[in-house]
């Protein structure tokens, strides 16, 4: 394996992880994405309106979606089954939007790509929505919160 990177055999070359002799753990992992946009734009967001409907309710399947479709864009993630995902949104001051997205699974490889991809996608969505009003918004602060579960234990940012 190069350098202790466990995508990467001997060679260098990228691989799928052989999971086979991980233990299977109740995995739970939390990410975050935010919005950052004008403040009219974030109000009319959080108010349901967009000319195009409830952006919060299509972000929050759009994460929800995207979490269980990990395995197809993150090309050396195991199809992982998933007990839970959740998408939470809320307004973090005039000009922002925290997107909150929960993974868990039971199994043998965690589910930090599927918390991230969720958000993200949650945060992508609502871009999209609201584009015709604020084509400047940023995605940002996309990040792991937490996870729990697994060889490597629990880990919480501070």
């Known amino acids: 394996m190069a350098q202790g990177l466990t ?60 979490a269980k479709k990990t395995a197809d864009l ?15 949104i809320a307004e973090h001051g005039e000009d922002a939007i925290v997107i909150i997205a929960t993974a868990e699974t039971t199994g043998q490889t965690g589910v930090e790509m599927e918390a991230l991809v969720a958000a993200s996608t949650a945060a992508l969505t609502l871009y999209d929505m609201a584009k015709a009003i604020d084509r400047g918004m940023l ?17 919480v940012r501070s």
């Open 7 to 66: 995508h990467l055999n001997a060679r260098g070359e990228a691989h799928i992880v052989d999971i086979a002799d991980k233990a299977v753990t109740r995995r739970r992992a939390v990410a975050q994405a935010r919005l950052v946009g004008q403040p009219e734009t974030i109000a009319t967001i959080m108010a349901g309106g967009l000319k195009k409907g409830d952006a919060l309710a299509v972000a929050r399947i759009a994460g929800i979606m995207a």
């Open 139 to 155: 995605i940002t602060d996309i990040c792991l919160m937490e996870k729990s579960g697994g060889k490597s234990g629990a880990f």
């Open 74 to 88: 993150i090309p050396l993630c195991h199809p992982i089954a998933l007990t839970k995902v959740s998408v939470e």
